[in-house]
């Protein structure tokens, strides 16, 4: 990885922290958490946050604050899409070209790859952070561990309800 994407991620990482001290709710943190993601990470193209809805049965997931264009996926079941797979195995998904991926379920043509990465609280899966880029292979593992530590201020701030 080039050293300029390093000291981007280590300046968005600064930029979450300061965002998490700052916001009153879950709710203010996922919006602000795709604000961010969406403005300075140039190949996160859709950012949005999927919550599985309380009681529902069987279990769905609910898309929830975004940043990028709209989506007809505002709610999918956990049978259905890399979304769907995320939550259900409670695990981190990167898709590096979607076209081959056969639960891929299209938001944009535009979209080549892929990360979904759930969101636990008190273990868990209460919901999920998925991210689109308009590039091939955009997520490697410095993103990975971008996007999982935002899940992961997310859930601690679910546990405080
Ligand atoms: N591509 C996802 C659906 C959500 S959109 O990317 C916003 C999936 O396959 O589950």
Request: glycine share 8%; hydrophobic share 40%.
């Amino acid at each position: 990885m080039l050293i300029s994407s390093m000291l981007k991620i280590e300046q968005v990482r600064k930029d979450l922290a300061r965002l998490n001290s700052d916001a009153v709710s879950a709710d203010q943190l996922m919006d602000g958490v795709t604000r961010l993601l969406h403005e300075k990470m140039l190949k996160y193209n859709w950012v949005g946050f999927y919550m599985l809805e309380p009681g529902a049965n069987p279990p769905m997931l609910v898309l929830g604050h975004y940043q990028g264009a709209m989506t007809p996926h505002t709610r999918i079941p956990l049978n259905q899409g890399i979304c769907g797979a995320a939550a259900s195995s409670g695990k981190t998904i990167i898709v590096d070209d979607v076209q081959s991926d056969p639960r891929y379920l299209a938001c944009s043509l535009e979209t080549k790859s892929e990360i979904v990465v759930p969101v636990l609280a008190r273990g868990q899966v209460a919901g999920e952070l998925d991210i689109d880029s308009h590039f091939p292979s955009a997520f490697g593992v410095e993103d990975r561990e971008l996007v999982e530590y935002c899940a992961s201020l997310v859930g601690k701030r679910l546990e405080q309800k």
